[in-house]
């Protein structure tokens, strides 16, 4: 089945303290993408990847880090989170080339920072 | 900058009506694409439709249609015989084009529209 999974489903962690959230596709997509959801102002781009390697930023990139290494995972790395980052965050992948590709979403992260 | 805007926060219908839900947009591309997603209160996306901006006629997906007035730059979202389980946020996206015409990937949302479901 294709699907882009993402892990941990529900995250509940405090100020400072280090976060990874993976995500991996099995479409081979080139291109992946984060995005967090706030409500009143749907979701925004955080990092993409364009192919291994290849990650640049997206609206809102401070306080975030990625990495691609292998095609299939899209890790996002909070350093040191803080509240302001407590949010739903969506990864997300595609094929590229044309505007009429759909992007597959993951299943959702939801982040608590206290 | 590529700008959606979803000017309904809510609305409200009977089951087995239709609504429409509406979406503008701002671009300076010539070639974008039009997408909407549906988020049922478990959280998911779910991709409904999709229009490109050559395209002449109106997407179609069952119960969904996409009212596309490029002069008007909109793309509203018609869903047909209302169904309790169509009661979820709905976004509007677009997708960006780079200056060689292909697509970075990158989507560009709405606000969103909570659809409500009355039985």
């Known amino acids: 089945e294709a699907q882009v999974t993402q892990n941990p489903r529900y995250l509940i962690t405090v100020t400072g303290k280090k976060l990874t959230v993976t995500c991996s596709q099995n479409?081979?997509?080139?291109?992946m993408s984060w995005y967090r959801q706030d409500p009143g102002l749907g979701l925004r781009q955080i990092y993409y990847?364009?192919?291994?390697?290849?990650?640049d930023k997206g609206d809102v990139p401070e306080g975030y880090k990625v990495s691609r290494k292998e095609k299939r995972n899209f890790p996002l790395i909070l350093e040191s989170p803080s509240p302001n980052q407590t949010s739903l965050y969506f990864c997300?992948?595609?094929?590229?080339?044309?505007?009429?590709?759909?992007?597959?979403f993951g299943p959702g992260t939801r982040l608590t920072v206290t | 900058a590529q700008k959606i805007t979803q000017t309904q926060p809510g609305m409200f219908v009977q089951e087995k009506e239709a609504v429409t839900l509406d979406c503008t947009y701002d671009?300076?591309?010539?070639?974008?694409?039009l997408f909407w997603y549906k988020q049922p209160s478990s959280g998911e996306m779910i991709f409904l439709i999709y229009?490109?901006?050559?395209?002449?006629q109106n997407a179609t997906e069952g119960r969904y249609s996409l009212n596309f007035q490029k002069a008007r730059k909109s793309a509203n979202l018609v869903i047909s015989a209302s169904q309790l389980g169509d009661s979820a946020m709905y976004f509007c996206?677009?997708?960006?084009?780079?200056?060689?015409?292909?697509?970075?990937?990158?989507?560009?949302f709405g606000q969103g529209t909570i659809l409500t479901v009355h039985p």
């Open positions: 229009q490109g901006s050559y395209d002449e």
């Open positions: 990847s364009m192919n291994v390697e290849v990650t």
């Open positions: 997300a992948s595609s094929l590229t080339g044309g505007v009429s590709y759909e992007q597959y």
């Open positions: 479409m081979n997509h080139e291109y």
């Open positions: 996206a677009m997708r960006e084009v780079n200056a060689g015409g292909t697509s970075y990937g990158k989507l560009t």
């Open positions: 671009t300076s591309d010539q070639s974008y694409g």
